[in-house]
């Protein structure tokens, strides 16, 4: 509340109506404080909310990055079944087949895993983080 001089002291440039006007400017002072606490809250709740996106999508792109690197490593898998077993079955050597096979199977199914495993993680980046 702003008290006012009293009607005795009505000359602008008395002491006691500077003391009256120093209330004045700082009530206002008061309020720019007020909404600068409030304007720098929302500007650090901002940066929280921009460090947390940047942060989730680093780690979207390095498991999309994963998954890639997964899914060359099944082709090359793949790549490298074909070239071991081509020997076994021109021989007819079946059980040297299902050997390779399981094998390989057992490693593709490896990285499959880990891709769905990264596909999760990215769904589960999707959310923002709630505070």
């Known amino acids: 509340m702003i008290r006012r001089p009293p009607r005795s002291t009505l000359s602008s440039s008395s002491a006691a109506s500077d003391v009256y006007k120093r209330q004045g400017i ?3 002072y ?3 404080v ?4 409030g304007f720098l809250s929302s500007m650090q709740q901002g940066a929280k909310d921009l460090a947390d996106a940047t942060e989730r999508k680093a ?3 390095k498991c999309q ?3 890639m690197y997964a899914n060359r490593t099944i082709a090359q898998i793949k790549e490298a079944f074909g070239i071991k077993v081509w020997d076994a079955m021109l021989a007819g050597d079946q059980q040297t087949v299902d050997a390779i ?14 891709i769905a495993e990264k ?3 990215i769904e589960r980046l999707s959310v923002p983080y709630q505070r």
């Open 59 to 61: 780690k979207t792109t």
């Open 101 to 114: 096979l399981a094998e390989s199977k057992a490693l593709v199914e490896q990285q499959q895993a880990d």
């Open 30 to 32: 008061g309020e720019v």
């Open 65 to 67: 990055a994963e998954i």
């Open 34 to 37: 007020i909404a600068m606490d």
């Open 119 to 121: 596909t999760a993680t």
């Open 26 to 28: 700082n009530a206002e």
